[in-house]
Nanobody, 123 residues
Framework: VQLQASGGGLVQPGGSLRLSCIAS????????IGWFRQAPGKEREGFSC????????YYGDSVKGRFTISRDNAKNTVFLEMNSLKPEDTAVYYC?????????????????WGQGTQVTVSS
């Protein structure tokens, strides 16, 4: 079971990025997926998730209205569209399988983790 987050980079405030979480070694369609991030000096926080079939979605207050999570099970991939990025969004972003999206919160834990991708928002 392996997940890989990609698509990070350096972007100016107000800019956009699209992250991908690609699964290998298992079928992503059977798993709820959470996105987490960890900023320097801070604890890792969960901020978004999507249920296995995409029917339930959660966003934390810090990203609500700016980020959009989606999935393409045929491509074994979950996406995170990030718009109106702010300097405080700077962090390493991770995806992970989670037990249930309906019970997800900022303190939730992932089960199988992917390698993170760095997002830096700076002018």
């Amino acid at each position: 079971v392996q997940l890989q987050a990609s698509g990070g980079g350096l972007v100016q405030p107000g800019g956009s990025l699209r992250l991908s979480c690609i699964a290998s070694g298992f079928t992503l369609a059977g798993s709820a997926i959470g996105w987490f991030r960890q900023a320097p000096g801070k604890e890792r926080e969960g901020f978004s998730c999507i249920s296995s079939l995409g029917k339930y979605i959660y966003y934390g207050d810090s990203v609500k209205g700016r980020f959009t999570i989606s999935r393409d099970n045929a491509k074994n991939t979950v996406f995170l569209e990030m718009n109106s990025l702010k300097p405080e969004d700077t962090a390493v972003y991770y995806c992970a399988t989670i037990s249930r999206c309906s019970a997800f919160s900022s303190n939730s834990h992932g089960v199988n983790w992917g390698q993170g991708t760095q997002v830096t928002v700076s002018s």
